[in-house]
Antibody, heavy 125, light 113 residues
Framework: EVQVVESGGGLVQPGGSLKLSCAAS????????IHWVRQASGKGLEWVGR??????????AYAASLRGRFTISRDDSKNTAYLQMNSLETEDTAVYYC????????????????WGQGTLVTVSS | DIVMTQFPDSLAVSLGERATINCRSS????????????LGWYQQKPGQPPKLLIS???TREFGVPDRFSGSGSGTDFTLTISSLQAEDVAVYYC?????????FGGGTKVEIK
């Protein structure tokens, strides 16, 4: 059974930091690009960024709107990915989802087929 | 960035009737080398994460009812629910995974008339 579990959300003041975790099981984590997607209350889906698999050199990419404040990392030995969020702004308030694109070499072989339930990040004073 | 435009923003359909959602990408999302459109459709119900319904523009995911179908190529795509059921009330999103940044349409809210 596939499980994706995000954790680490909570209330943080503007300018603060938070680190989210994404623990996965039931699929080959090391062959997956891990992506973060967020959703503000009542709004649509916004891609945050991704980290590719080892065979793709753990390449990262981020939404330009984040202006370098977020960093994605992974530990394949723990089947876990992370989203480090710094200099948080009220506009970062959202549910943060972890999902994956399976990779075969440089190619993507799935769309976002597995999602966690999300973790809520609230940035407020 | 590839802009995904969905229309309509919302629609109300009678039970058993057809629902059609359109999605247009600002750039081609068809990759000639593997003959695939990098276009997905998702269903999201309140309080739940998105659920992948259709990948590669027209491939239904395992377990998705066959009343859901996807079509189109290049820049114009359609999600069709052939016979709307009560459990299909949700917001539907299209998404391109052809290029980074991955982008989503604004969503279409489907309700029962």
């Amino acid at each position: 059974e596939v499980q994706v579990v995000e954790s680490g959300g909570g209330l943080v003041q503007p300018g603060g930091s938070l680190k989210l975790s994404c623990a996965a099981s039931g699929f080959v984590f090391s062959d997956s690009g891990i992506h973060w997607v967020r959703q503000a209350s009542g709004k649509g889906l916004e891609w945050v960024g991704r980290i590719r698999s080892k065979s793709n050199n753990y390449a990262t990419a981020y939404a330009a709107s984040l202006r370098g404040r977020f960093t994605i990392s992974r530990d394949d030995s723990k089947n876990t990915a992370y989203l480090q969020m710094n200099s948080l702004e009220t506009e970062d308030t959202a549910v943060y989802y972890c999902t994956r694109l399976a990779e075969l070499g440089p190619s993507v072989t799935t769309d976002f087929d597995y999602w966690g339930q999300g973790t809520l990040v609230t940035v407020s004073s | 960035d590839i802009v995904m435009t969905q229309f309509p923003d919302s629609l109300a359909v009678s039970l058993g009737e057809r629902a059609t959602i359109n999605c247009r990408s600002s750039q081609n999302v068809f990759y000639r080398s593997n003959n695939r459109n990098y276009l997905g459709w998702y269903q999201q119900k309140p309080g739940q994460p998105p659920k992948l319904l259709i990948s590669w523009a027209s491939t239904r995911e395992f377990g998705v009812p066959d009343r859901f179908s996807g079509s189109g190529s290049g820049t114009d795509f359609t999600l069709t629910i052939s016979s709307l059921q009560a459990e299909d009330v949700a917001v539907y999103y299209c998404q391109q995974y052809y290029a980074i940044p991955i982008t989503f349409g604004g969503g279409t809210k489907v309700e029962i008339k």
